[in-house]
């Protein structure tokens, strides 16, 4: 073999040349790399590895380690860290420069701040030192535990500064390795399309005006939005313990937390465009918004409330120490104009925004939100319709792998069977493979069926990401039951984001991703076609599996509001206005259990110490079986199935983000769950205070005719005076803030939500917050449940008004005979 044959690296002064042969070009790599903990790398690992080495798979290192400088990243940074020179890394300008000198080549993967600097004096030769200087004094601050200085990111005093105007920052355009929230299409006019632009440049001084006013305007034709990418802070987003935000009262830093959190790239589906889940499930409209609250959070004391309006800081209003210290509304219109038109303008305006439930609103605990709900949901489908809870070498198939929907992969092992997710988007795919949520990925139709029939006859538990279009699974599916007699599917559901069906939440099956990511902006109608028709395949296929015995339900996404305005065959022939032929999962498979008081509770350790979780999950679990052993056969299965969830929930790993936890439980548990939690803080168990919040999918939080509030029936399903009232009650019997959306879940104008957040620090106070709260939070939705009509919750505001003389609620008396009525009105 001749020598220009082989791969080599050597010196050529100060030169290093690489020579790389095709075959070794094209050959993967077989480097050994840092194993992956997919759970939790960073906040168990750091950036220094208990044996003294860098952990270069940090994710505060930003991925700078890979990439085509990583090795010259390496090199400087070792350099630095194991400097013993008394000016600390002064002998690693070298690696510094050649640092430098690589990522000037590849300007749209590291772009240069210097671009945009004041003119200091031209960029050259004699100031190579102070850059080199610079990036040594950055390191010095990743030294100090903040890894981001040394790559010239923020901290999180400078985001919490305000808006950086002098000098503006660099605009660094949108990231590349993240995932982006597909093009708007608000359709303006050009009137509107200056409004807009106004709209976004009221945030900043005029001078600045000619800068910043064509890079919206770009921004908007391109994208369909102002996001004002300039500001997105270059520092790693994740909720960083409490103790490190800048602020003058830790409610305040609670809140910080919490919106880190939910623009977290590992929790957030569209980081850039502060898009948290469900495709369009903003934290902010704008970076420019998100400023300015870190900066308010930061000085606001406990005499100040945050006021914010779909997204925009309206400011901080004097209050009481009593009072949230933040309100949040988000979407709220005019009823006659809450259509989805109407609301693709104003998000555009930059007015209006669409918070989902827990994005806007900053409670978001990543998928593990939801896992739990789905796993009951799994197991109660199986006990209901297959008539066991052994689900061993059953087979569920559905689609999303998204921010919620990623649940359904972990929740269908954790119940013990075969979970069949298909999802078109390769990138969520791979993030939940990646984050052990999916145990197998295939793009392969024929792969697919081949591991359901292998799993079906081992009953081995299984998740199974196919990559591609459900409609084809579906499809698929049926034709190997017409071929072979054999149903390879029992359970069936759909979790594709149908509650934004023609703007990316819903991938009609006649395109490729890539291509109906084109069309819809291109030619929304077209799409809005496509999309229906895909929507009436997709029922008529599972329409026959279903009449073959497959169960089928809707999961709260708006898939059969969907598919009946899209003209599927969905109708329940002699139901009335919220029913289809499926069944919606809330009452008939979770059971009626927010009439109970059931709904999805959670916490936050604010340390971000793993301990304090596990601490916490201990006190849930004790405190629910000490309540379990008196309480009715009514709710005996959800005290046991929410016990063995807590006691397993470690286990399974869940943790996404912050340190969060989940469980459902009735108003007297998460009263009792939340005090042993404050005592704990006071005692020093738990080292830091402790956030409490819930889903807004709850009793009494929303509103909502498809899905929470779908087995109302005394008419009132439309009505939204729970919801309001559930935010008002909240705000002033003690959460540290509250929330109240148009939309979520199933879509903008089809419900009202809201939600809280209640930070507990150990103290008396936080004790009677949480309860007086909790007990208002939980009976307001279980007693307009039982005003209309239902058994259930009867029974249980009854008990509780037993248990606290100081509730009183008008009880409804039913109508026992008929008869009555048929003779009031006849004639
Ligand atoms: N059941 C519940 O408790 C509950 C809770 C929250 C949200 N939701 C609703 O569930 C839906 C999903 O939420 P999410 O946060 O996961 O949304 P998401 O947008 O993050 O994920 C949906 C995923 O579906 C994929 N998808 C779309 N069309 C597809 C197709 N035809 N085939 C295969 N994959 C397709 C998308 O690529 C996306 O990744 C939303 O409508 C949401 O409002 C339900």
Known sequence: ????????????????????????????????????????????????????????????????????????????????????????????????????????????????????????????????TSQDSESAEMSVRAEQGSCAGMLGMSSLKDICSGLPLDPLPPNRGRDPSVPHAPTRTPDLTSEEERLALRNALRYFPPSHHATLAPEFAQELRQHGHIYMYRFCPTLRMRAYPIDQYPCRTRQAASIMLMIMNNLDPAVAQFPQELVTYGGNGQVFS?????????????????????????????????????????????????????????????????????????????????????????????????????????LRGRVLVTSGLGGMSGAQAKAAVIAGCIGVIAEVDEAPLRKRHEQGWLMEVTSSIEHCIKCIREAKRSKSPLSLGYHGNVVDLWERLLLEFERTGELLVDLGSDQTSLHNPFNGGYYPVQLSFRQANQLMSTDPNRFR??????????????????????????????????????????????GGATEFRYPSYVQHIMGDIFSLGFGPFRWVCTSGNPQDLTVTDDIAASVLEEICADVSDLIRQQYNDNIRWIKEAGKHKMVVGSQARILYSDQKGRISIALAINQAIADGRVSAPVVISRDHHDVSG?????????????????????????????????????????????????????????????????????????????????????????????????????????????????VQDERVLDRALQG
């Open 702 to 814: 929303t509103d909502s005719p498809f899905r929470e509030t779908s087995n109302v029936y005394d008419g009132s399903a439309f009505c939204a005076d729970m919801a309001v009232q559930n935010f008002v009650g909240d705000a002033f019997r003690g959460a540290t803030w509250v929330s109240l959306h148009n939309g979520g879940g199933v879509g903008w104008g089809e419900v009202i939500n809201g939600g809280f957040g209640l930070l507990l620090d150990g103290s008396d106070e936080a004790a009677k917050r949480a309860s007086t709260m909790l007990n208002w939070d939980v009976s307001n939705g279980v007693a307009r449940r039982c005003w209309s009509g239902n058994s259930n919750a009867y029974e249980t505001i009854q008990r509780t008004m037993e248990e606290n003389r100081q509730l009183r609620v008008t009880m409804p008396f039913p």
């Open 529 to 574: 076609t496509l999309v229906q028709e895909s929507l009436r395949r997709q029922v008529k296929a599972i329409n026959k599996l279903s009449e073959a015995g497959m169960f089928f339900w809707d999961y709260g996404n708006a898939f059969l509001l969907e598919a009946q305005r899209a003209g599927a065959e969905v109708e329940k022939v002699g």
């Open 286 to 390: 704008n970076w420019a918004q998100f400023r300015l609250v870190m900066h308010y959070l930061s000085e606001m004391t406990e005499e100040q409330t945050l006021v914010m309006y779909s997204g925009h800081p309206m400011g901080l209003f004097p209050s009481l120490p009593s009072s949230p210290r933040a309100i949040i509304t988000n979407g709220m219109v005019i009823p006659n104009y809450s259509s989805r038109d109407q609301y693709e303008k104003m998000f555009a305006l930059g007015v209006s925004m669409y918070g989902q439930m827990t994005a806007g609103s900053y409670c978001y605990i990543g998928p593990q939100g939801i896992v739990h709900g789905t796993m009951l949901t799994v197991l109660n489908a199986g006990r209901r319709y297959l008539g066991s809870s052994d």
């Open 1 to 128: 073999m001749n020598q220009r044959e082989m791969s080599s690296v050597r010196e050529e002064g100060k030169d290093r040349i690489i020579f790389v042969t095709k075959e070794d070009h094209e050959a993967p790599s077989s480097a050994e790399l840092v194993e992956e903990d997919p759970n939790d790398p960073y906040e168990e690992r750091g950036l220094i590895l208990p044996s003294g080495e860098i952990n270069w798979n940090c994710p505060c290192l930003g991925g700078m380690a890979s990439g085509p400088c990583g090795t010259e990243f390496k090199e400087a940074f070792s350099c630095f860290h194991y400097s013993k020179e008394e000016v600390k890394g002064s002998e690693c300008l070298e690696q510094f420069r050649a640092m430098q000198e690589c990522m000037q080549r590849y300007p749209e993967l590291y772009p240069q701040e210097d671009d945009e600097k004041p003119p200091q004096g031209q960029s050259s030769e004699t100031d190579q």
